[in-house]
């Protein structure tokens, strides 16, 4: 298949996407598309609130025409952690680019997620069963999408970014 120039950055909640794409448009100059906050922009709401008004499933359907709005050009794409949860998803990031996927161990994951109560998903009697649950059952689908895979838990954005335009380098994609 066709791939693109982008830079597409998966995984779960709290592995840091939105910052290392920020990181990474500042040091390739290229546009970033971040499919929350496209979903958010067409909605005019926070996404908790879009799943309350809403619904996940009606959430979902966005996200996917997020992401087939994204131009296929050398560009910087960061996406909700449950973006491979479709493989028509996967299929269009596939095409986009070279897909980065972020991890982090368990306990970095829970503890950088408490910090902020935006995370939908985790609004449960037990929030740290259901991170845990969750993260099993993705665990394989960003493994088996990404080209690879980066551990983020003792790294600082910036680190992440660097590794991440290094890993790419052979790649002399348009960006360098
Ligand atoms: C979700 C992750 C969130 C957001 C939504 C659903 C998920 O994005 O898309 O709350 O299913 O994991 P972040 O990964 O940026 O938190």
Do not use: C, W
């Not at 598309?33 to 499933?57: C, H, K, N, P």
């Not at 980065?100 to 995370?119: C, G, I, M, P, W």
């Not at 985790?122 to 080209?147: I, V």
């Amino acid at each position: 298949m066709e791939r693109g120039e982008a830079i597409v950055l998966i995984g779960f909640m709290g592995t840091g996407k939105s910052s290392i794409g920020r990181h990474l448009a500042r040091r390739t100059s290229l546009p970033r598309y971040d499919t929350d906050e496209m979903v958010s922009a067409r909605y005019g709401l926070r996404i908790a609130e879009i799943f309350v008004q809403f619904g996940e499933s009606d959430f979902r359907g966005a996200e996917t025409d997020a992401l087939s709005q994204i131009p296929e050009q050398p560009v910087i794409v960061v996406t909700g952690g449950g973006i491979v949860l479709r493989s028509e998803n996967v299929a269009i990031l596939h095409r986009l680019g070279r897909i980065v996927n972020l991890a982090a161990d368990e306990e970095t994951l829970f503890a950088r997620v408490s910090r902020r109560a935006a995370r939908p998903l985790l609004q449960t009697a037990n929030p740290r069963e259901t991170l845990s649950a969750m993260l099993k059952q993705r665990e394989p689908l960003y493994r088996a999408a990404a080209d690879f895979t980066i551990d983020t838990s003792v790294l600082r954005h910036d680190e992440v970014a660097d590794i991440i335009l290094r890993q790419l380098q052979p790649l002399r994609l348009h960006f360098e």
